[in-house]
């Protein structure tokens, strides 16, 4: 079977602002397995890339070990990339944002690749307000090694042999909420519709944005039994507020039906016009995010959409107090300016 995707494609297919083709922030051809939610996450990513006309080459993806992590092979070919070892993607952000806080950071990661061994590189990199989307493709397993259970499984749930899952679940929405996350959401790999708007306002938030998005394993947990199978999702995933993204200088009006509508604008003049559900859901409520999170699970319930966002609050570098200039673009004579100084440094702390 041969893995090269066609170069061919319609002469007329539509371009963005940069001149750039759909086409042209695709990857390689996939190699998960057919049906995978990850690819429908990786063709959201490729969507709300084109539609935002991000430069390819002002982009770095990074992913850890995983189904998840293969997936950034398969969208944004042209842009930086970085396979890091499991679990440990949070840090080789971290890296990569301090050398050159002019990229756009979007991590892939999975549910074992960031709730079991990079757990703790997840909650400091949530708590350190990295300027980045972290993107996790939940489905509950570890299809990479046959369909182990991972820890975001709900307990009670069943394996596909049979076996029952005995202990309760890390909700990583909640706990990215209570590290201090400014911009939380979470959304299911078969609505498109929903998934490209979040994405494009995560990508465009300045700070740490994080999408939990429900992605069904088609070969391991997929089965009548499982709270990660596409039927399930479908009959139990709830909106608790519907989102459209407005770029910057562009006109967009949205109507909706009944309800109350809310504008929140980003650090870039883009706005993420929201449309609460029934209940009154307020993506600007911290604890109000993390109280219906809870609610609507302990309904079985799965509660999709803008959870919450803070368009307040800067990022690391503006805690920090970093240089604007990129450290990989200052000279030697600026990053090594002489033994006098480094004395003067020293003497600073006698």
């Known amino acids: 079977m041969s893995y090269i995707k066609s170069q061919f494609h319609h002469p007329k297919l539509a371009k963005n602002k940069l001149g750039m083709t759909y086409r042209e922030y695709e990857g390689s051809m996939s190699t998960l397995c057919a049906g995978c939610g990850h690819d429908a996450v990786g063709a959201a990513i490729v969507q709300a890339c084109y539609e935002l006309s991000l430069p390819a080459h002002r982009i770095a993806k990074l992913s850890g070990i995983g189904c998840s992590s293969k997936a950034p092979t398969y969208f944004l070919g042209k842009s930086h990339g970085f396979n890091t070892v499991h679990g440990r993607m949070p840090s080789v952000a971290t890296g990569a944002s301090m050398a050159n806080k002019n990229l756009k950071y979007i991590g892939m990661s999975g549910d074992g690749d960031t709730a079991s061994i990079g757990l703790g590189q997840f909650a400091h990199v949530v708590r350190r307000r990295l300027d980045m989307t972290y993107i996790v493709a939940n489905n509950g397993v570890y299809g990479l090694t046959k369909g182990q259970t991972a820890a975001t499984a ?3 749930s069943k394996t596909k042999k049979g076996s029952e899952v ?3 679940d890390i909700d990583l929405p909640t706990m990215a909420l209570q590290l201090g996350a400014t911009f939380v959401a979470r959304s299911f790999s078969g609505d498109k519709e929903q998934m490209v708007p979040l994405l494009k306002a995560a990508i465009c938030h300045e700070g740490f944005a994080f999408i939990d998005i429900i992605s069904p394993c088609v070969t391991f947990n ?3 039994t499982s709270t990660r199978s596409y039927d399930y999702v479908r009959d139990h995933v ?3 507020s519907i ?9 967009i009006t949205t109507e909706y039906g009944e309800g109350e509508s809310k504008d929140i604008g980003l650090h870039d003049g883009s706005i993420i016009r929201l449309h609460k559900g029934k209940d009154g859901f307020d993506p600007s409520d911290r604890m109000g995010a993390i109280n219906a999170l ?4 302990e309904k079985g319930e799965i ?3 803008l959870l919450y966002c803070d368009p307040t609050f800067r990022d690391m570098h503006n805690i920090l107090g970093t240089t604007e200039t990129s450290l990989n673009s200052l000279s030697e004579k600026t ?3 002489g033994q006098h100084v480094l004395e003067g440094i020293n003497n600073g702390f006698r």
């Open 154 to 156: 709900e307990k009670g």
């Open 166 to 168: 005995l202990w309760s």
């Open 222 to 224: 997929n089965h009548a």
């Open 238 to 240: 709830l909106a608790g």
């Open 243 to 251: 989102a459209d993204f407005v770029p910057v200088r562009e006109n």
């Open 294 to 297: 809870h609610t609507h699970k």
């Open 303 to 305: 509660l999709t959409g």
């Open 335 to 337: 990053l090594c300016p």
